[in-house]
């Protein structure tokens, strides 16, 4: 089992977010122990909003872990080492109605206080407490050349924005 992941402040994540989100990757994970779902995500923000540090995601209807997101007051986004990117890949590739992603790719997931699971392998977790979620408008894209490359299938991406209430990273 990985060391114990301590809390830390937002300040004190070192980390790029244009390498962390963009090209390390994250998952999505959304649910309790009994029940929950993760998911590969790329695309993201973290920043400053209505006075507080938050994390913003994008999630797509059809994603299993949509209907997770949903019922959840809290989710959290967990990033890994770079040893993690099969895992990765399978959670992108793979959908939790078809298969048990903890199972096949090892990751051990924890009840995290805010009542969302973590996971133990993580290097960094972001528990976030969702504030604001709104679909993304096709009407309101100022480039009109996005939607139709993004969406064809018109699947637009409900957006999440996450007041960052815990932040926990490996010692
Ligand atoms: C690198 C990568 C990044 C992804 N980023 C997103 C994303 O930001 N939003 C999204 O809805 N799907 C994204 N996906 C697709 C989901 O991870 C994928 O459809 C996954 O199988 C959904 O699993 P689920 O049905 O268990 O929720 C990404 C996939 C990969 C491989």
């Known amino acids: 089992m990985p060391d114990a992941l301590i809390e830390i402040s937002p300040y004190q994540i070192a980390d790029n977010p244009f390498k962390l989100i963009g090209k390390d990757w994250m998952l999505i994970a959304a649910g309790e122990l009994d029940s929950f779902n993760m998911m590969t995500a790329s695309w993201g923000a973290v920043g400053e909003l209505w006075n507080k540090r938050v994390a913003i995601c ?21 990033f890994f080492d770079e040893s993690y990117r099969p895992a990765l890949d399978l959670c992108g590739n793979r959908s939790g109605r078809d ?9 051990t997931a924890i009840a995290g206080t805010g009542g969302a699971v973590h996971f133990a392998q993580a290097r960094l977790v972001l528990e976030c407490r969702k504030l604001y979620a709104q679909d993304i408008d096709p009407n309101h894209f100022i480039d009109q050349t996005i939607p139709p490359q993004i969406y064809p299938q018109r699947d637009f991406h409900r957006m999440y924005v996450g ?3 815990r932040c926990l990273a490996k010692p």
Do not use: H
Request: proline share 3%; no cysteine; net charge positive.
């Open 58 to 78: 994008f999630v797509r209807p059809q994603r299993y872990t949509f209907q997770f997101m949903e019922r959840a007051a809290v989710y959290t986004l967990n």
């Open 99 to 107: 298969v048990d992603k903890a199972k096949e790719t090892g990751l």
């Open 163 to 165: 007041e960052i209430v």
